[in-house]
């Protein structure tokens, strides 16, 4: 992991989806059939992936996206910059509602790609999926 600091971190999109098709492979998803893969880029240049991980009592079900948000934070990273999200449905498909709030609390700036197996691309800022957010901020007096 690198620390750049102040350094804008320069999204090389072509790694991010190349990650997120890796992690995509390592998807548990026996009962729907439909695997995501997801990359996040942190502030500092790291890549942190995930996969979606199912379960036999389906309520428990763990999106990509939010797996890679809580490998980012376990492994140190805290700001975010950049997501992509792969799966193989015709049409690429944004994360849901419940990643969309989790992704927020740490990056409200959060620049999305969402990118088929096809390489389709769907391209969104985060405050576009999930205008006048719920955040932090909100909890201030
Ligand atoms: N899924 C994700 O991993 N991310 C999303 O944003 C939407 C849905 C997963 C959950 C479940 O394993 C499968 O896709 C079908 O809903």
Redesign the pocket.
Known sequence: MTDRGMEPVRVDWAALIEAATRARERAY?PY?R?A?GAALLADGGSIHTGA?V?NASYGL?I???RAAVVSAIARGARRFVALT?VTDAPTP?P??GA?RQVLREFAPNLDVLCANTSGRQLHRALAELLPDAFGPDSLAE
């Open positions: 998803a729907s439909f995501v979606n199912e079900t999106c990509a996206e999200v498909t994360p849901c990643c």
